[in-house]
């Protein structure tokens, strides 16, 4: 019964976008679109495009997503959010594609929130390309049919003797040809076509897609213009900063709020009740000054009397031995039983036994979470760096009392996300004390509040064996994992799907789970689940491989085994895939044919992530003290059958690896008395130059539907690092972050 | 407290706390907002300015401390040549993921490349090393200082030549 219970929860971490934090039947949809239903997608926004054909700026509106200037400047509205991932180039370049512009015409712009356009708007798990890699084609191309039938009727001439090529439709018999501008308006007043019938191009005729585009943005970023949330300005507008419990889920009893309230410049001081939903709007104090800078020195002497509640109970230490403790039973909550674990172990030649551990981690995005909120009457505007607006303007109108339509969302650039802005906190919190001062507010959090108030990823604790029989092959898997939840549930991004590899490569294997509760949010960081599976998993995997005396990357490939499709994420898990870019990785890393100084080796993993496949072999070393150094890391990806922006993704492929490597390295957050002991980047250290490899990569083509880059490339590189320095050391990483007395000589 | 700014070769007069931040000066009374608030404790680099051209982390610099020191931002440091180049380093190798630290690492390789016009890897590193990217984008960072550095070189070359 529980694993009926238990079942549907474990596929949400790894479904990835708005996990947890948004309904189940968003994450059900977004997972069924990626599995196949592409073609369903409706697009609301070319219906209504003849609503939006009167646009007054920026040229005649085709659709709700394409403009054209009388100047053939074309403007393309990218409707999800920018958080780093270039979907402000991305998008637009699909449909620029199609709409055969040339990419020197076209400007982009972030397209406001508006569902009933432009469907679901977020960035999270990926997911970007699989859902619209073909209906942005479609978009564009079903403008270019409106254009074309414009020209068409203005020379009264069929179809077929018309091409389109750099923003101009040419009559191919007389040569007469007219640019789009002069067309946009007739075209806007034609009907939109049938999006199943519009013809796309075939690839081979790409001109914008598969070529390297620059950041629309990045002119404007490294001059510094104002792009980010934190930047907004709104006249009038008051700063703001907001103290709550440090302690998860504490409220305020009292506050020295009259001392406040007399500081220089505080305009507003008051206890914000709140409520008791940790995604919400919790209790605190706000404190409203006429600058940020004047708000925050008044919080300096604020003096609150907090009632910490029961989460004060709590901290990492506690977990780590109830952890223990529970590793030692059965696990509470089976998952998976395949074969006879008990009997395989007992008849195997070799048994591996091991523990394995990772911390809580925060997101840590660089711009600290903000919000400006202008509440007027009954209606409210935002300007929010948000990966998730949908869900946040629900979240306002529910607390507010106020209804969703009166509710504005601008989405502002993102200055990193991460997985941390799919919650919306700090906009209800600047919603809430806007509305409490009467006047536009902007909130903003110092960097302490930021890792100390996040949804961290959660904490894991893994007990697992493995039986080898005499040649060396992978015949048992026992796995109980410690994790967090209630009721049977596991808490968000903490749990494991019973379909994880290597479930149906092993013939005898149990996965179970054993929770425990916990007052401390969590959420998904990038690669939610993944991130800390793959170093298990992988790892684990490894220890079996050294153990039956084969080569790891070897013993990786035979228990691959045959191209198979395996039960998970999409489409599911292809073995061959898998394969294909572990060869790959084993010849551009020059595996097993280098010869290494001492105590430097190479680890390889792979993972299969967000639809992503990715193989990687880390070369690192460790000094005599234990210091350690990753010299390189070379890594092959299989994310389908297009790269759509080579640049782009090659970046998004190396910072996910150095991203997965900082956290290995560095991070861990600790929880001490219910609340977050590292307090700024002193304590939770991201990734710096100096600890930056350089990263090789490769991608494989391949003929499967192109998928995003924002998770994949992350989960092996941690167990590729770990593995790594057993080849170097002899010593075997088993828990996160990476502790380097461990290593020394 | 009234106090008098030089800011990208503008003088400006605020009225602030003697004790308020210079980024914050900056940032909310000056309007000038590509230089970025992360950690308000020297530890990231995103408010990375010059003054009178040495880079300082513009969050723990209280105004009272600026004296009469020119203040040079992200919005200025494209005036100099060498920030010009960087400008468009960045652009070429495509260094930017989010950008939102990237005012700050432009300011700190401005200042590097002013006092060592051919800085090699451990030069950058030991000048970029307090500047975070949380989006990892180091390798890029890297390029395109060197390519900077080598569009200096390449200018002197074909001035010596004429």
Redesign the interface.
């Known amino acids: 019964m529980m694993q009926d219970r238990i079942s549907p929860a474990l596929s949400v971490p790894s479904a990835a976008p708005p996990t947890g934090l948004a309904s189940r039947r968003d994450v059900l949809k977004a997972s069924a679109a990626a599995g196949g239903l592409l073609l369903s997608f409706s697009l609301p926004g070319l219906a209504k495009a003849a609503a939006m054909a009167q646009a007054p700026e920026g040229g005649t509106a085709l659709t709700a997503y394409v403009r054209i200037a009388p100047d053939d400047t074309v403007t393309i509205l990218s409707k999800n959010p920018e958080?780093?991932?270039?979907i402000k180039t991305m998008l637009p370049m699909l449909i620029a594609e199609e709409l055969d512009v040339d990419w020197s015409q076209v400007r982009t712009e972030q397209a406001p929130l508006d569902p009933a356009l432009y469907e679901r708007q977020f960035a999270g798990g990926s997911m970007a390309t699989p859902l619209n890699w073909e209906p942005m084609r479609k978009v564009g191309a079903a403008a270019r049919q409106m254009l074309v039938a414009a020209a068409r009727r203005g020379w009264d001439v069929p179809e077929s003797e018309c091409e389109t090529a750099s923003g101009r439709v040419r009559h191919l018999p007389s040569g007469r040809s007219l640019s789009y501008g002069a067309l946009a308006a007739q075209a806007a007043t034609l009907p939109v076509p049938d999006l199943d019938s519009v013809k796309l191009k075939d690839p081979r005729d790409f001109k914008i897609i598969g070529h390297?585009i620059?950041?629309v943005?990045?002119?404007l970023?490294?001059?510094?213009?104002?792009?980010?949330g934190?930047?907004t300005?709104v006249p009038g507008m008051l700063?703001a900063v907001f103290q709550k419990c440090p302690v998860f889920g504490g409220k305020v009893v009292d506050a020295n709020l009259d001392v406040i309230r007399k500081l220089?410049?505080v305009r507003h001081a008051f206890v914000v009740k709140g409520g008791t939903a940790l995604n919400g709007l919790l209790p605190g104090v706000a404190i409203v000054a006429d600058?940020?800078?004047?708000a925050e020195?008044a919080r300096g002497k604020l003096a609150v009397t907090w009632d910490e509640g029961a989460t004060r109970q709590q901290s990492s230490a506690g977990f780590a031995r109830e952890a223990a403790e529970l590793g030692k039973k059965a696990p509470a909550h089976r998952l998976r039983d395949d074969g006879n674990v008990a009997a395989a172990l007992k008849g195997a030649a070799r048994v591996v036994e091991a523990a394995y551990a990772y911390p809580f981690l925060a997101h840590?995005?660089?711009?600290?979470m903000n919000c400006t909120a202008h509440v007027r009457g009954d209606k409210v505007e935002i300007w929010a760096p948000t990966q998730n607006p949908e869900p946040g303007r629900t979240l306002v109108a529910q607390t507010l009392g106020l209804d969703e339509k009166n509710i504005t969302v601008h989405m502002t650039?993102?200055?990193?996300?991460?997985g941390r802005r799919l919650a919306n906190d700090y906009m209800v919190e600047a919603a809430w004390v806007a509305k409490v001062a009467g006047a536009p507010v902007k909130l903003?959090w110092?960097?302490t509040d930021d890792l100390q108030h996040d949804f961290y990823r959660p904490a894991g604790w893994h007990f697992l064996k493995g039986g080898l029989d005499a040649e060396g092959r992978l015949v048992a898997w026992q796995q109980h994992f410690v994790s967090f939840g209630e009721n049977g549930n596991f808490a968000s991004s903490a749990g494991l799907a019973s379909d994880a590899y290597p479930a149906g490569r092993v013939p005898n294997l149990s996965y179970g789970a054993s929770l425990m509760q916990l007052g401390v949010p969590t959420g998904p960081l990038r690669a939610p689940g993944d991130n800390a599976l793959a170093f298990v998993f992988q790892s684990f995997i490894d220890e079996l491989a050294h153990a039956a005396g084969k080569d790891p990357l070897k013993f990786q490939l035979e228990l691959l085994g045959q191209s198979e499709l395996l039960p998970g994420r999409g489409a599911g898990f292809d073995t061959g895939r898998a394969r294909a870019v572990l060869e790959k990785v084993r010849e551009v890393s020059g595996w097993g044919t280098r010869s290494l100084p001492a105590r430097t080796g190479l680890g390889v993993a792979f993972y299969y992530s967000h639809l992503g496949y990715f193989a990687e072999v880390v070369e690192a070393s460790a000094a005599a003290d234990g210091q350690v150094t990753v010299h390189k890391v070379w890594a092959v990806g299989d994310i389908g059958s297009q790269i759509i922006n080579p640049?782009?993704a090659l970046?998004?492929v190396?910072?996910g690896i150095?991203?997965g490597l900082?956290a290995a390295l560095n991070q861990k957050i600790t929880i001490e008395k219910g609340r977050v002991v590292e307090a700024?980047?002193?304590g939770f250290a991201?990734?710096?130059?100096?600890q930056?490899a350089?990263?090789e990569v490769h991608f494989l083509t391949t003929n499967h539907p192109p998928t995003g880059l924002g998770e994949p490339p992350l989960p092996p590189s941690i167990p590729a690092l770990c593995n790594a320095l057993f080849a170097a050391t002899g010593r075997r990483i088993r828990e996160l972050p990476i502790d380097s007395a461990l290593l020394k000589t | 407290m009234r106090y008098t700014l030089k800011v990208n070769g503008r003088t400006h007069a605020v009225d602030?706390?003697s004790?308020?931040?210079l980024l914050?000066v900056l940032r909310?009374?000056l309007?000038?907002?590509?230089?970025?608030?992360?950690?308000?404790?020297a530890?990231?680099g995103?408010c990375t300015i010059h003054l009178d051209g040495a880079p300082v982390r513009s969050c723990v610099v209280p105004i009272a401390a600026v004296g009469k020191s020119a203040v040079t931002?992200?919005?200025g440091i494209?005036s100099t040549p060498i920030g010009a180049r960087?400008?468009k380093a960045?652009?070429a190798v495509?260094?930017?993921?989010?950008?939102?630290?990237?005012?700050g690492q432009?300011m700190s390789a401005a200042a590097l490349l002013a006092r060592n016009k051919a800085p090699d890897d451990a030069d950058?590193?030991a000048a970029?090393?307090g500047?975070?990217?949380?989006?990892?984008?180091?390798?890029?960072?890297?390029d395109a200082i060197k390519q900077a550095a080598k569009d200096e070189f390449g200018s002197a070359a074909a001035q010596k030549k004429a």
């Open positions: 958080i780093g991932q270039g390297s620059p950041g943005d990045s002119p970023v490294v001059k510094g213009h104002p792009l980010f934190i930047d300005v700063y220089p410049g600058s940020w800078w004047r020195k840590a995005a660089l711009e600290p650039r993102c200055g990193g996300g991460f903003v110092n960097r640049t782009a970046n998004m190396q910072g150095l991203d900082g700024n980047f002193d991201p990734l710096r130059m100096s930056a350089p990263v | 602030v706390d004790d308020t931040p914050w909310d009374s309007d000038l907002k590509g230089t970025k608030f992360g950690c308000g404790a530890l990231c995103a931002t992200i919005e494209g960087l400008q960045w652009l495509d260094v930017v993921q989010c950008g939102y630290c990237q005012a432009i950058i590193v970029m090393d500047n975070l990217c949380r989006c990892a984008t180091y390798m890029r960072i890297r």
